[in-house]
């Protein structure tokens, strides 16, 4: 059998050992034999809650029972003791001792015993909620989920009972959810029961007392609820107005400072002027920033005209393997400044100067910002040279970036004020950071995509488009409109710096052409030198784009309950 197989093999039997365990591990059976809650309404509107619950576990071992509780709508929790069977437990993690884990929205605690199976346990948890009690515009309000609402068991039987103060009036009848057919009222306690519970059904208790005889001032969540509410129309207000300022100011700024339009219809057939790969691949790019394909391009043209041999190199070995070196050739005098600083950095690293390069090694090579930025630098100074960039507009377009990074820089400020201002003017004040991002965000974008070219840079980027398009702009352009094998002699470094190179050369494989241009060579495993076919085009141009993918530097009203949560064990 092959190690291939035997892996297949291997992986797909842990695959079914992992899926009979799953059910296996969520078929524990336990129920909850009973579920007390007990609420003490006390004078300011907090409650005690005493949770009983009474767990008849199955034939699986059990180690540990959970409860979370969920702090929304009070203003606080506060565990003040968990027991098991009647025995009062200690914070820990070991067996006979319970666990509490914190964090801003909940409290979770954790009972631990021994292992035990086919037996019931008795667990108890009483905790502090504070300001519980809330104030509607006629009554206090207790709204209170008694059951968790999140919990793997069914309940045979649930119970509760709510007792509150003296000094405290009911004005309406205890109101169930689902109702309970067993409702008594004994005193200033109200009691009752339902049976059975299914899984996740819910229940939640509501009583309304005369106002303010329980809560004499509301509590801190509902205070912030209702400055969160005044507040909103202001604070949406104001970040709405400085969304559409910010946005609208950077609309009518591009919509003033665009270049007529000069865009060529149609195709170009050949290159429209003399201009370098590297420069027009970067002419036609957004904000005319140079990337990878340009400099592939400029790789290329200077293999076209013998100053590089490009070469696609078979590795001996046993399997078939193919790299892709660059050797330095004759010096030609018609090298451009951004052809010469290639040249220099291709054949200079940190360990002195090299005769050779491999398309692998490009990656480390270009990999420094320091040298990928004097790269980008000296193709846009042959760019401004030809007067195809302007120098107003690139420094327009800084300026842009610039205030857009300051947005954003003052988003994050505001973001951090915000915070402290939330128990103030509530959470409607995030509006404002929110439409500064926004804003920076879309700033950034504008200057990223800010046009720095003369109108003759534009104006000659319309043809080269053009030409673009000749070359094909898609993998699935149509073979009838693309260039033919006879043009890739002199076209391929276009293509290249253009990024349709690749797609080019495999369509015109398809085709049945063999042949690839002159200027690419090919070295077989025993050293035979040729010129590289149309295979070996392809193979080098795919190590180039490979090779580029690790380049460039890195290139209002107040409703619904407090408590629920959710309950278990394992």
């Known amino acids: 059998m092959s190690i291939r197989r035997l892996a297949i093999l291997v992986t797909a039997a842990a695959a079914v050992l992992a899926a009979a365990a799953t059910p296996a591990a969520a078929a524990k059976s336990y129920r909850a034999e009973r579920f007390h809650s007990r609420v003490v309404v006390e004078p300011g509107g907090s409650i005690v809650v005493t949770e009983t619950i009474r767990f008849a576990f199955g034939p699986d071992q059990f180690t540990y029972v959970y409860r979370e509780l969920p702090s929304r709508r009070t203003d606080g929790l506060t565990i003040i003791e968990a027991s098991m069977d009647g025995v009062p437990m200690e914070r820990g993690k070991g067996a006979g001792q319970f666990e509490l884990k914190r964090d801003d929205n909940k409290r ?48 045979d039987c649930a119970s509760g009972e709510v007792a509150y103060p003296a000094d405290a009036a009911l004005v309406a009848e205890a109101v169930l959810d689902p109702s309970s057919p067993d409702v008594r009222h004994e005193g200033r ?56 300022a910010g946005l609208g100011g950077l609309v009518m700024f591009a919509l003033n400072h665009r270049h007529a339009r000069a865009e060529t219809s149609g ?31 400029a790789v290329m043209e200077l293999a076209r005209r013998g100053t590089l041999i490009v070469e696609s190199v078979e590795k001996a070995g046993l399997f078939k393997s193919q790299e892709v070196r660059i050797t330095r050739g004759p010096a030609v005098a018609d090298a451009a400044p951004h052809e010469r600083v290639l040249l220099e950095l291709l054949f200079n690293d940190k360990n002195g100067p090299r005769t050779s390069v491999t398309f692998s090694e490009l990656a480390t090579t270009f ?29 327009t377009r800084g300026r842009v970036m610039l205030i857009g990074l300051v947005m954003m820089l003052l988003s994050v400020a505001g973001f951090i004020a915000s915070v402290a201002l939330f128990d103030r003017v509530g959470e409607p004040v995030l509006s404002l950071p929110i439409a500064l991002l926004i804003v920076g965000v879309a700033g950034m974008i504008t200057g990223a995509s800010w046009s720095p070219l003369s109108e003759e840079g534009y104006r000659r980027a319309g043809r080269w488009r053009a030409f673009k398009r000749t070359l094909g702009d898609a993998p699935e352009a149509s073979a009838g409109g693309a260039p033919g094998a006879q043009h890739l002699e002199r076209w391929l470094p276009y293509a290249v710096a253009f ?55 890195h290139p209002g009203g107040v409703s619904g309950a407090a408590g629920g949560g959710a309950s278990g064990a394992g």
């Open 367 to 395: 990999a420094s910002s320091r040298r990928w930025t004097r790269l980008k630098e000296a193709i846009a100074s042959d760019l401004r040279t030809e007067r195809l960039l302007d120098a107003d507009r690139e420094r």
């Open 499 to 553: 990024g349709t190179a690749l797609a080019w050369t495999k369509r015109l494989q398809k085709q049945g052409v063999t042949i690839g241009p002159s200027w690419l060579a090919a070295v077989s495993r025993d050293g035979a030198r040729g010129p590289a076919g149309i295979g070996a085009t392809v193979a080098i141009l795919s190590a180039g784009s490979s090779a580029g993918a690790h380049a460039g530097g």
């Open 108 to 155: 979770r605690i954790v009972w631990h015993f021994p292992a035990t199976s086919n037996a019931s346990r008795t667990f108890t948890v009483t905790y502090r909620a504070a300001g519980v009690v809330w104030q509607d515009t006629e009554s206090d309000v207790l709204a209170w989920t008694l059951l968790p609402t999140r919990r793997e068991y069914a309940i």
């Open 189 to 244: 306690t109200v009691r009752f029961e339902r049976c059975p519970f299914e899984g996740d059904a819910s229940w939640v208790v509501s009583l309304r007392f005369a106002p303010r005889s329980v809560a004499p001032i509301a509590p801190g969540w509902q205070q912030r609820s209702i400055r969160s509410r005044e507040n909103t129309p202001l604070f949406l207000g104001l970040g709405g107005l400085l969304l559409l």
């Open 267 to 297: 195709a170009v057939s050949s290159p429209p002027d003399d201009l370098r790969p590297a420069l027009a691949g970067t002419l036609i790019s957004t904000g005319a920033s140079a990337g990878w394909g340009p400099v592939l391009g």
